[in-house]
């Protein structure tokens, strides 16, 4: 019913920039918040950053100031700006959204299959 194709993962160096895109297709009523989660190796899948659909955003500390979370309603589509990359930031991103397949339906959340960032010292 709902298909999440995200983009612009890569291999970057230290200090460089990268833009993850997750784009939503499907049958669907609304797309509501809709964020990025990462899990590096050995380490429990974290949020990173969310959006709400009226544009509110929340992230994670150690990426304030260094990553902007965006998204285009219209094209049903998030964004993760992502700059002065630290080899720390390294993992697996996920993009995850909450859907209501009609509108009387109850809220669903869904997830991207994930794309890996690797950045090097």
């Known amino acids: 019913q709902v298909q999440l194709v995200e983009s612009g993962g890569g291999l970057v160096q230290s200090g460089g920039s990268l833009r993850l895109s997750c784009a939503a297709s499907?049958?669907?009523?609304?797309?509501?918040?809709m964020g990025w989660y990462r899990q590096a190796p050995g380490k429990q899948r974290e949020l990173v950053a969310d959006i709400t659909r009226g544009g509110s955003t929340n992230a994670v500390d150690s990426v304030k100031g260094r990553f902007t979370i965006s998204r285009d309603n219209a094209k049903n589509t998030v964004y993760l700006q992502m700059n002065n990359l630290k080899p720390e930031d390294s993992a697996v991103y996920y993009c995850?959204?909450?859907?209501?397949?009609?509108?009387?339906?109850?809220?669903?959340?869904?997830w991207g299959q994930g794309t890996q960032v690797t950045v090097s010292s």
């Open positions: 995850n959204i909450g859907v209501r397949i009609c509108s009387i339906c109850s809220q669903s959340e869904y």
């Open positions: 499907g049958n669907f009523f609304m797309i509501y918040t």
